[in-house]
């Protein structure tokens, strides 16, 4: 547990490497399925993915009770305020990840992931229609989190509720999804590139797409012509930022390059999905690829985070 003076400093954006451990573990999981693997890989990292949301629940939680204002603060910041829905994000996924070993224990998780998700949904856009300091300057892709967020809720909804909820839910999401998008390439090429820090989060282009995708497909059970233009709408977004590596490449490491990790992994479930429906053997090709790049880029973003952690650059005061 981290001490006091760095508990102080503890980020709500720790809880996208659940996020993007949570979509490893359900890409995974998918693939042993569709594949019938001899192995399991999935078990071992719904564990750990598991373990790693109690510990940075517990130490958030102190942070909260602890520390109020610096907790607050973070609530109503312009920039932070939008990675506050990652923790009800990570009860979805983690109720989409334990929904083939326990279905009582998923739908208590879908329940408190959802419910979380609408009152922060609420919050953040109540914050954006009263609130003045928001600048074109704040906005980058982390923006999506909050609003289109509210796109996964279906995957686990569908076997856990009436289907007119996951469909409210789905609506919320993708409504908002081209309003936002349309607003950040307003940002991103009017208004100046990102800060270093937040260049990461233009992976979370690929997500809302691709995992609008997975949701479609489970209310509607196929592959029709919406759900095409989803899945190849969020396969251009990862060629057209896989083809900016070097990019990327050079950024220094902060707690935003898990940004990266979701949404590799929600189009490679995509391609999974895509090769079930279709039988296509290119689209089981690709999300071979694409698991390997996922599983390595997590596997290296452990690492790394590992690394700050132990020189104690991050939880610091910025």
Same mark, same amino acid.
């Given at each position: 547990?981290?001490?006091?003076?760095?508990?102080?400093?503890?980020?709500?954006?720790?809880?996208?490497?659940?996020?993007?451990?949570?979509?490893?573990? %359900?890409?995974?999981?998918?693939?042993?399925?569709?594949?019938?693997?001899?192995?399991?890989?999935?078990?071992?990292?719904?564990?750990?993915?598991?373990?790693?949301?109690?510990?940075?629940?517990?130490?958030?939680?102190?942070?909260?009770? +602890?520390?109020?204002?610096?907790?607050?603060?973070?609530?109503?910041?312009?920039?932070?305020?939008?990675?506050?829905?990652?923790?009800?994000?990570?009860?979805?996924?983690?109720?989409?990840?334990?929904?083939?070993?326990?279905?009582?224990?998923? +739908?208590?998780?879908?329940?408190?992931?959802?419910?979380?998700?609408?009152?922060?949904?609420?919050?953040?856009?109540?914050?954006?229609?009263?609130?003045?300091?928001?600048?074109?300057?704040?906005?980058?892709?982390?923006?999506?989190?909050?609003?289109?967020?509210?796109?996964?809720?279906?995957?686990?909804?569908?076997?856990?509720?009436?289907?007119?909820?996951?469909?409210?839910?789905?609506?919320?999401?993708?409504?908002?999804?081209?309003?936002?998008?349309?607003?950040?390439?307003?940002?991103?090429?009017?208004?100046?590139?990102?800060?270093?820090?937040?260049?990461?989060?233009?992976?979370?282009?690929?997500?809302?797409?691709?995992?609008?995708?997975?949701?479609?497909?489970?209310?509607?059970?196929?592959?029709?012509?919406?759900?095409?233009?989803?899945?190849?709408?969020?396969?251009?977004?990862?060629?057209?930022?896989?083809?900016?590596?070097?990019?990327?490449?050079?950024?220094?490491?902060?707690?935003?390059?898990?940004?990266?990790?979701?949404?590799?992994?929600?189009?490679?479930?995509?391609?999974?999905?895509?090769?079930?429906?279709?039988?296509?053997?290119?689209?089981?090709?690709?999300?071979?690829?694409?698991?390997?790049?996922?599983?390595?880029?997590?596997?290296?973003?452990?690492?790394?985070?590992? %690394?700050?952690?132990?020189?104690?650059?991050?939880?610091?005061?910025?």
């Amino acid at each position: 547990m981290a001490t006091p003076a760095r508990l102080q400093h503890f980020p709500v954006a720790w809880f996208a490497m659940i996020m993007g451990l949570g979509g490893l573990t %359900i890409a995974w999981l998918r693939t042993e399925e569709i594949l019938a693997l001899s192995f399991s890989i999935s078990p071992w990292l719904l564990g750990l993915t598991t373990g790693l949301f109690i510990v940075l629940m517990v130490g958030y939680s102190i942070k909260v009770v +602890k520390y109020r204002g610096e907790a607050a603060a973070e609530w109503l910041h312009p920039v932070k305020m939008n990675f506050v829905p990652t923790i009800s994000i990570a009860l979805i996924l983690l109720s989409i990840a334990w929904l083939p070993f326990s279905a009582p224990y998923s +739908k208590l998780l879908w329940l408190s992931g959802t419910a979380l998700h609408l009152v922060l949904t609420l919050h953040v856009i109540t914050q954006w229609m009263h609130r003045t300091q928001f600048e074109i300057a704040h906005l980058n892709p982390a923006w999506f989190i909050p609003v289109v967020g509210n796109i996964l809720i279906p995957i686990a909804g569908v076997q856990h509720a009436p289907a007119e909820i996951s469909w409210f839910f789905f609506s919320i999401g993708i409504v908002f999804w081209p309003v936002l998008l349309a607003i950040i390439f307003n940002r991103v090429i009017f208004h100046g590139s990102l800060p270093e820090r937040l260049m990461p989060t233009l992976f979370i282009l690929i997500a809302p797409p691709a995992v609008g995708f997975l949701s479609y497909v489970k209310l509607t059970g196929e592959v029709d012509a919406f759900a095409r233009i989803l899945y190849y709408a969020a396969l251009f977004f990862t060629i057209l930022l896989i083809g900016q590596v070097r990019w990327f490449a050079r950024l220094k490491f902060y707690l935003s390059w898990w940004a990266y990790s979701f949404p590799l992994a929600a189009i490679t479930i995509s391609s999974l999905v895509m090769f079930k429906h279709t039988g296509n053997p290119l689209f089981l090709r690709l999300s071979g690829i694409l698991l390997a790049i996922t599983t390595v880029v997590i596997a290296a973003l452990f690492i790394r985070t590992g %690394i700050a952690v132990a020189r104690r650059d991050i939880c610091v005061a910025e």
